[in-house]
């Protein structure tokens, strides 16, 4: 009856803990009530040599927390100094590049003050404007052009759907379920294209060089720069598949490669670790599949000024970095290493070991061995080689 309350209702009894805390005379406020604090009357006091102890370990814990504290703070001062900093360099940049380099291009670009500004990265509202002008236009396409090769991509991709009869006519030597599978592999290359991002969902046959593309130029330009880069030798060799001329690339490669880094270089011997096993992926997608994006852009930036010798600049200088990490791996293990490259890469790292790499071997440059090895492998089949080493 005692726990029943005005209304009849039986109540609940009061809980052993809350009659203990009736019983105290203190309630401790915090862990320095605890440690400070007198202990209530009905307790032993504490002797003074377990209290001077207590409030020594209290001082102590109250000194490092401050000290971690400071510590926090000029690290977050640190970074944002940093980013001031960072952020003031780009705006200069920017300004310099709309200023003074973009309208007097073709008198600066190979100047060695715009050549710096390049190595350094080019600001991101300038990037597709310099990439444009950097890999030209060759192949002479214009915006209209562009125009009509997107109205006709876009009726065959409605054909494709639909199964019209301008599909039958054109593929008549194909049935209905390989123009689906056709389509199919379509989609799957979209989202397979930097998913991370979704906004090439609904871009058609998109792949990782014209997503670094759109993302930096609009998107008849973008076009316009994907068909002349993929008119370069090197691409067009890569992506035509065309053996005897890849295999020539490896081997200019593994020229500097052997002269950049000989302990590396003999290790992936021994271990039968071929350049094809790491560099295909990379130059294909020019690293943008490989890299953090941010990352790739910056080796974009180079690579629309050097050319091809600085995408394989850049595979020596990942090589460089790793160098004491690749030479404790067996095959297996270097093999996914280099074909799955950490995520979180600083593109300050990178360019300083690519800064290391030297594209000079026995006083020949990259074109040089190319070239010699190009021919060499045109005479081989005479049985005249021209090369020797």
């Given at each position: 009856m005692e726990y029943e309350d005005k209304a009849g209702r039986p109540s609940r009894p009061?809980?052993?803990?809350?009659?203990?805390?009736?019983?105290?005379?203190?309630?401790?406020?915090?862990?320095?009530?605890?440690?400070?604090?007198?202990?209530?009357?009905?307790?032993?006091?504490?002797?003074?040599?377990?209290?001077?102890?207590?409030?020594?370990?209290?001082?102590?814990?109250?000194?490092?927390?401050?000290?971690?504290?400071?510590?926090?703070?000029?690290?977050?001062?640190?970074?944002?100094?940093?980013?001031?900093?960072?952020?003031?360099?780009?705006?200069?940049?920017?300004?310099t590049w709309n200023n003074e380099i973009l309208p007097n291009w073709e008198t600066m670009w190979c100047s060695k003050k715009v050549r710096d500004l390049w190595w350094q990265g080019i600001p991101p509202s300038v990037r597709g404007k310099?990439?444009?002008?950097?890999?030209?236009?060759?192949?002479?396409?214009?915006?209209?052009?562009?125009?009509?090769?997107?109205?006709r991509a876009k009726e065959r991709w409605r054909?494709?759907?639909?199964?019209?009869?301008?599909?039958?006519?054109?593929?008549?030597?194909?049935?209905?379920?390989?123009?689906?599978?056709?389509?199919?592999?379509?989609?799957?290359?979209?989202?397979?294209?930097?998913p991370n991002l979704c906004i090439f969902q609904q871009v058609?046959?998109?792949?990782?060089?014209?997503?670094?593309?759109?993302?930096?130029?609009?998107?008849?330009?973008?076009?316009?720069?994907?068909?002349?880069?993929?008119?370069?030798?090197?691409?067009?060799?890569?992506?035509?598949?065309?053996?005897?001329?890849?295999?020539?690339?490896?081997?200019?490669?593994e020229v500097f490669f052997e002269e950049n880094l000989p302990k590396l270089f003999a290790h992936f011997k021994k271990n039968n670790l071929t350049a094809d096993i790491y560099l295909i992926d990379w130059i294909f997608t020019l690293y943008s599949k490989s890299l953090p994006l941010d990352l790739a852009c910056r080796i974009w930036d180079v690579f629309c000024r050097d050319g091809e010798e600085f995408l394989f600049r850049t595979a020596l200088g990942i090589l460089k970095l790793f160098e004491?990490?690749?030479?404790r791996m067996d095959f297996i293990h270097s093999a996914q290493f280099l074909t799955?490259?950490?995520?979180?890469?600083?593109?300050?790292?990178?360019?300083?070991?690519?800064?290391?790499?030297?594209?000079?071997?026995?006083?020949?440059k990259w074109a040089q061995v190319l070239s010699a090895l190009q021919k060499d492998s045109r005479e081989m089949e005479k049985g005249s080689p021209s090369l020797r080493h």
């Open positions: 009061p809980s052993p803990k809350q009659n203990v805390r009736k019983n105290l005379d203190f309630e401790p406020l915090s862990t320095t009530a605890l440690i400070l604090e007198d202990r209530p009357a009905n307790l032993p006091a504490k002797p003074a040599e377990e209290a001077q102890k207590h409030r020594q370990q209290y001082e102590e814990m109250v000194l490092q927390a401050k000290k971690r504290e400071l510590k926090e703070a000029q690290r977050r001062r640190k970074q944002l100094e940093e980013r001031c900093k960072v952020e003031e360099s780009i705006g200069n940049a920017v300004l310099v990439w444009s002008l950097a890999i030209g236009n060759e192949l002479n396409i214009t915006h209209e052009l562009f125009d009509i090769c997107l109205a054909s494709l759907s639909t199964g019209g009869s301008e599909v039958e006519n054109e593929d008549a030597g194909f049935s209905a379920a390989d123009r689906e599978a056709s389509l199919e592999l379509i989609k799957l290359d979209i989202s397979r294209t930097f058609q046959g998109m792949s990782f060089i014209a997503a670094v593309l759109i993302l930096n130029l609009d998107t008849a330009d973008a076009f316009i720069a994907f068909s002349n880069l993929l008119n370069k030798p090197c691409q067009m060799a890569f992506f035509r598949v065309d053996h005897g001329l890849m295999l020539t690339y490896f081997a200019a490669f004491d990490i690749l030479t799955r490259l950490p995520e979180d890469l600083p593109a300050d790292e990178v360019f300083a070991a690519i800064s290391t790499v030297q594209m000079q071997s026995r006083n020949k």
